[in-house]
């Protein structure tokens, strides 16, 4: 069965430093991954998505994520974290052998909080 | 593009009561969902739709039910509120393209709903 894992509930990094949020997922075929955030009392924004090739994708505000798939891992990074960065972040998984027509399985939500 | 839309923002219902929960995209997205979002439990699907007249269950269907008369609407019908319907709603939409395993979701901005 398809699952993903987000270790995490909070992470809390200074401003300025590198900030990391893990998401580790389970599907029987190939992942297609995806990162999205959702700020206080608003829907969900997609920030970047792994369908193929390259291992480091590269998304919205300055955002990026490592597939890993020897570790099934899809940690999203940012270099340098704004307060502004302060907000929920949910890792989703499809499954490649197309699972119920493009059915998202989401992780529990990392909150992210930058301290100034 | 107004994206997707949702009403109402907020709602309270007796134990019993039935409302429905309106969901309006106007992207020309063929496929629809509906998510409820729990406090520490990600989101979990309840129905999901692949075009005008093609609904499905999710994960959590029971206590619910769908229709989608066109493209751009896709009601969400609770009959008979319970407390354990407290939730926040989300609805989504997204493209056909690459049957829609490649798309990202797009979100609206939710419907808190308690039961009380």
């Known amino acids: 069965a398809q699952s993903v894992a987000q270790p995490e509930d909070q992470v809390n990094v200074a401003e300025g430093n590198p900030l990391t949020v893990k998401c580790t997922y389970s599907?029987?075929?190939?992942?297609?991954l995806f990162w999205y955030v959702q700020y206080p009392n608003r829907g969900l924004q997609f920030l970047l998505k792994?369908?193929?090739?390259?291992?480091l994708v590269k998304g919205s505000y300055g955002f990026e994520a490592e597939f890993n798939k020897s570790q099934t891992s899809f940690h999203l990074k940012k270099p340098s974290a704004l307060v502004s960065d302060s907000a929920l972040y949910f890792c989703?998984?499809?499954?490649?052998?197309?699972?119920?027509?493009?059915?998202?399985?989401f992780g529990r939500g990392t909150q992210l909080t930058v301290w100034p | 593009n107004a994206g997707v839309t949702q009403t109402p923002k907020f709602r309270i219902l007796k134990i019993g009561q039935s409302m429905t929960l309106q969901c309006t995209q106007d992207?020309?997205?063929?496929?629809m969902y509906w998510y409820r979002q729990d406090p520490g439990m990600g989101l979990k699907l309840i129905y999901y739709s692949v075009g005008a007249g093609i609904t499905d269950k999710g994960e959590v269907p029971n206590g619910y039910n769908v229709s989608r008369s066109t493209t751009e609407d896709f009601p969400l019908r609770l009959e008979l509120a319970a407390p354990s319907q407290t939730s926040v709603y989300f609805c989504?939409?997204?493209?056909?393209?690459?049957?829609?395993?490649?798309?990202?979701?797009?979100f609206g901005p939710g419907t808190r709903l308690t039961v009380t």
């Open positions: 599907v029987s075929g190939n992942p297609y």
């Open positions: 792994y369908i193929t090739g390259d291992n």
């Open positions: 989504a939409s997204s493209p056909a393209y690459g049957g829609s395993i490649e798309s990202e979701q797009y």
């Open positions: 989703a998984v499809r499954d490649s052998r197309g699972s119920t027509l493009g059915r998202l399985y």
């Open positions: 992207m020309n997205h063929n496929y």
